[in-house]
């Protein structure tokens, strides 16, 4: 059985007595110990040097009416009861230095002596688990009761073992979650349990966060309903700023982000605050950040860890106190490798890191944003558009199908129901709009009739009419297919063991990556210039 120890601060006004009236008055130091069913192993009482007297007499009484009880005086200095920051530091650091043992002890923190401050700021240690224990708050004893030291009540802030207020965090939880999915009851598992962590670290942390994926996975997207989510937790009362990083280029690039002053280049006519200023008390979506200069990088690592910078041509910092959300379809690992982006800014960047995978990696959630395309038409256009049961059954079959690629992701998905209900006759998308629309996304994708049926539209893509128009016949649909696979591929070396799966186990030492490498130099492309175009 675990012995009962409590924890409580002398009360230097309710636990204070004359020696003829002591037995008379309701002191809760000495009444803690005389309640029933509610056996005190040990007292751990805490009170200043100036209290000593006081102490030495409730330990006095205490071994009069509970002999068995065992009381140790710890003393703590607090200048003012009433001042938050002394008390809190110094029931910390009482806290800090305590041995707790909750396998073998249970821990009570008595509230009912102290000042309010003191009640406060137990209330926080316990809450935040600092100290393992319940709340124990005691009662003068009524008129007319059977108990002359009072009674009882203790508090169990561990909320999971309140059957309707775990239900109802519960229920809160799901409401933010599904927030975060705008609504959308994903059916994938991962991506379920990743969204799961992202409400968690967006309520409880103010650190960056980063999230990557291809283009079109819905970056921007989650972005924003991560600042509203936030907004709506009263974190943050400023504004949401997003930066497509890809966009700037050297001076622009500084002073987009930090701003300048009068005269700090050709052209700066005035003082611009810049949008790191505009996302105070905010927050900041810095998309595609791997697209940052080297310089701008340094910037920004400054900014985030010191909620200063310096604005273009200005000789003083200004301030901007921002929450940091950053996006990339780059792996900015590889990038540290190649001296492209900045060790010290991925380390800042990548305490919290959450890939969003591509649509064609979770096709089981392309039939509920369906229903959520339909619904955003509907709101955009002022039109109620639906599909016919046969024309929504033969989409969806190809739409899962592993021939449909979706290369852009959930903007393929949002545009290709945009045009069937653009083209729908009487708001009602049937079979042919499907068919139609099949076609269209094959030729999108380069897997569809082409021009001789070899790969024609993918070269043209990548290497433009002329480009392609130099290119023989012979290679035209090795190439094309080439091409394809790296556009499917995550990596280079991914896309070579696809590419060479056979041969490879023909010749364990060839390096896949190498070989196909060297087969893209021959048109004078790199996988980077095949997998983005």
């Not at 921002?322 to 990038?335: C, E, P, V, Y």
């Not at 130099?470 to 591929?489: E, M, N, T």
Request: proline share 4%; net charge neutral; glycine share 8%.
């Amino acid at each position: 059985m675990k012995r009962r120890v409590a924890i409580g601060i002398l009360g230097t006004t309710l636990d204070a007595s004359g020696r003829e009236d002591r037995w008379k008055k309701w002191r809760p130091t000495v009444a803690l110990c005389q309640q029933p069913g509610l056996f005190i192993d040990r007292l751990e009482l805490l009170h200043d040097d100036r209290s000593e007297r006081l102490a030495r007499q409730i330990i006095s009484d205490i071994e009069v009416i509970s002999p068995a009880t065992e009381v140790r005086r710890h003393i703590i200095s607090m200048k003012d009861p009433w001042d938050f920051s002394e008390v809190y530091t110094g029931l910390r650091e009482f806290a800090r230095a305590y041995s707790f043992d909750p396998e073998k002890e249970d821990y009570l923190v008595n509230i009912t002596t102290g000042t309010h401050v003191a009640q406060i700021c137990w209330f926080l240690l316990t809450e935040a688990r600092f100290i393992p224990a319940r709340l124990l708050q005691l009662s003068p004893r009524k008129e007319g009761g059977d108990y002359p030291a009072g009674s009882y009540s203790i508090i169990d802030l561990d909320l999971s073992r309140y059957d309707a207020i775990a239900t109802r965090f519960a229920a809160e939880r799901d409401e933010a979650t599904s927030f975060l999915k705008s609504g959308i009851a994903t059916r994938n598992p991962a991506f379920n349990r990743m969204i799961d962590q992202i409400e968690k670290v967006a309520i409880r942390s103010r650190a960056p966060v980063l999230l990557t994926g291809p283009t079109g996975a819905g970056k921007s997207q989650l972005a924003r309903r991560i600042y509203e989510l936030k907004k709506a937790q009263r974190q943050v009362s400023g504004d949401f700023i997003e930066v497509n990083c890809a966009t700037l280029r050297g001076d622009q690039a500084m002073s987009t982000l930090f701003g300048h002053v009068k005269g700090a280049f050709t052209g700066a006519q005035g003082e611009r605050a810049g949008l790191m200023k505009s996302a105070s008390k905010g927050v900041l979506f810095l998309d595609e950040i791997g697209e940052l200069g080297l310089d701008e990088q340094a910037m920004c690592l400054r900014a985030i860890e010191e909620k200063r910078f310096l604005p273009v041509g200005a000789d003083r910092d200004v301030t901007s106190d921002f929450q940091l959300l950053a996006g990339t379809n780059r792996d900015l690992s590889i990038d540290v490798r190649a001296g492209k982006f900045r060790e010290d800014l991925f380390a800042r960047l990548n305490l919290w890191t959450f890939q969003l995978p591509a649509l064609r990696d979770r096709k089981e959630d392309i039939e509920p944003n369906l229903e959520f395309e339909l619904r955003r038409y509907g709101e955009r256009e002022g039109q109620n558009v639906t599909f016919n049961k046969e024309a929504r059954d033969l989409y969806l079959k190809f739409a899962v199908a592993p021939e449909a690629l979706w290369r852009a992701n959930f903007r393929d998905l949002s545009a290709s129901i945009t045009r069937m209900a653009t083209l729908a006759p009487l708001g009602r998308i049937n079979e042919e709009a499907v068919r139609d629309e099949i076609g269209r996304l094959g030729l999108l994708w380069g897997a569809g009739p082409v021009e001789g049926g070899d790969g024609d539209s993918v070269l043209r893509e990548v290497l433009g009419p002329d480009g392609a128009a130099g290119i023989d016949p012979f290679d035209r649909v090795q190439l094309a297919a080439v091409i394809r696979a790296c556009r499917d591929s995550s990596s280079i070396s991914a896309a070579g063991r696809k590419l060479f799966s056979v041969s490879r186990l023909k010749k364990a030492s060839g390096n896949d990556a190498d070989r196909l490498r060297k087969y893209l130099q021959r048109f004078s492309l790199s996988f980077d210039d095949v997998a983005r175009a």
